[in-house]
């Protein structure tokens, strides 16, 4: 069972920056891939971002391309979201995800068959 330990939440001005890591233990060999789900208060789970961990391909939603950038350190087993020019709508709890089933499903929750317990983030204007 793959375990996954988010850090890096906390509170911030709208304008400013988080970097976020999903550290992964307790598998052999190597992952698939990893992803970020985001979940604002009232509202469901969304995708917004995935890496494959071994093609190092990139994919994130339009609503944070343009401000948000993934990586990957293979060798601590590490995947960190930056999150540059935050803004408001931001503000959720954020997941990391991983071990991708077959297919391709980047945005759905049931792709990943393992999941992190979560770290908060908050925008303040």
């Known amino acids: 069972q793959v375990q996954l330990v988010e850090s890096g939440g906390g509170s911030v001005q709208a304008g400013g920056s988080l970097r976020l890591s999903c550290a992964a233990s307790?598998?052999?060999?190597?992952?698939?891939?990893m992803a970020w789900f985001r979940q604002a208060p009232g509202k469901a789970r969304e995708g917004i971002a995935h890496?494959?961990?071994?093609?190092?391909?990139?994919y994130l939603v339009d609503s944070v391309k343009a401000r948000f950038t993934l990586s990957q350190d293979n060798a601590k087993n590490t995947v960190y979201l930056q999150m540059n020019g935050l803004k408001p709508e931001d503000t959720a709890t954020y997941y990391c995800?991983?071990?991708?089933?077959?297919?391709?499903?980047?945005?759905?929750?049931?792709?990943?068959?393992?999941w992190g317990q979560g770290t908060p983030v908050t925008v303040s204007t």
């Open positions: 307790g598998f052999s060999g190597r992952l698939n891939c």
């Open positions: 995800a991983a071990d991708c089933r077959s297919g391709w499903a980047p945005l759905t929750e049931s792709y990943y068959k393992s």
């Open positions: 890496i494959g961990l071994i093609t190092d391909l990139t």
